[in-house]
Structure formats: structure tokens, C-alpha cells
């Protein structure tokens, strides 16, 4: 027995039109995130930040290849970072395809340095001078996927 049966729900079918819209803001918050200085990249980068001040993460992405679903130490950061956004209400999402993020943010450090890209923060300027429509519909989207218990909801980039 499902817990839709229990309560007499139909569950909720995800929808493409919904997973799409997601993808797209995320595409557009990534962009405009990095044009204004908003974006750290790196799990140990990602975690030094929240440790010092949360309330400038406004976004979590926790990206991974399907080559990295095995590699635990990885998968252990993820729950650190996943838990500290639930205690800190940090809406976070996952992707599956690490090329098309580095399209987006760069595989890169200008450095030269290879970019790690398992974890991406959004982080507002100003916690009152900055809103954005695709962060908004990002944070509706992570809401929404809350209500039928898909806590940390998978994206899709667009092609």
C-alpha cells in the first residue's frame, strides 16, 4: 500500500512542462549569478561559505555524473551540504549532466584549474536588494516537490 492509497490521494505525476520550466530558470539563474559574482563552485568552496555566512546562500545545485553515483566520500559531502540547507532553508536541487552545467559556468578557474562543479552556490549580494524571477520560480518549484515528499527534486538542464 502506497501512501497515496492511506490517504486517498492520487500521486502527483511530474510533469515535463514542469521539469522543463525548472531546467530553463535554473539555466537563467546560473547565468545571472555568474555575470554578477554570485556563484561558488566546489564542495569544500560551497561548504566554507555556508559555514561562515548561510544567509547569503539563497540556491544549492549538488551535481553529479552517473560515474560518481559510486564514489561515497562524495555522496557523504552531499548529505552534509543537503542537511545544512534543510536546517538553514536553502532550497537545493540535483542534475545528472555535469558537461552541460560546465557549459553554462565554465569547466574552468581562470587560473586554468579544472573547476569542481558537484556543488554550486547561489548567493544573494543583499539578502533584500536582489530577486530575481528564475530564483523565484526555482524556489516554487522546490516547493511544490516538497508536497509530495521529493525533497531534493532532480532538474534537467535544456539542450
Known amino acids: 500500500m502506497t501512501l497515496e492509497e492511506i490517504h486517498g490521494q492520487e500521486p502527483v505525476a511530474e510533469s515535463s512542462d514542469r521539469m522543463q520550466g525548472a531546467g530553463k ?24 561559505l555556508m559555514n561562515v555566512d548561510p544567509d547569503k546562500v539563497a540556491f544549492c545545485v549538488l551535481a553529479a555524473a552517473e560515474e560518481d553515483e559510486g564514489d561515497i566520500a562524495l555522496q557523504i559531502h552531499f548529505t552534509l551540504i543537503q542537511a545544512f540547507c534543510c536546517d538553514n532553508d536553502i532550497d537545493i536541487v540535483r542534475l545528472h549532466d555535469i558537461p552541460k552545467l560546465a557549459d553554462i559556468v565554465g ?53
Open 25 to 48: 530558470a535554473l539555466h537563467e539563474l546560473l547565468v545571472s549569478a555568474q555575470r554578477r559574482g554570485g556563484l561558488t563552485a566546489g564542495v569544500y568552496e560551497s561548504a566554507k
Open 107 to 159: 569547466a574552468s578557474e581562470e587560473s586554468g584549474e579544472p573547476r569542481d562543479l558537484h556543488c554550486i552556490l547561489i548567493t544573494n549580494p543583499d539578502e533584500d536588494a536582489w530577486k530575481d524571477p528564475a530564483l523565484e520560480k526555482l524556489n516554487l518549484f522546490c516547493e511544490e516537490s516538497r508536497h509530495v515528499n521529493d525533497w531534493v527534486p532532480t532538474i534537467t538542464l535544456p539542450e
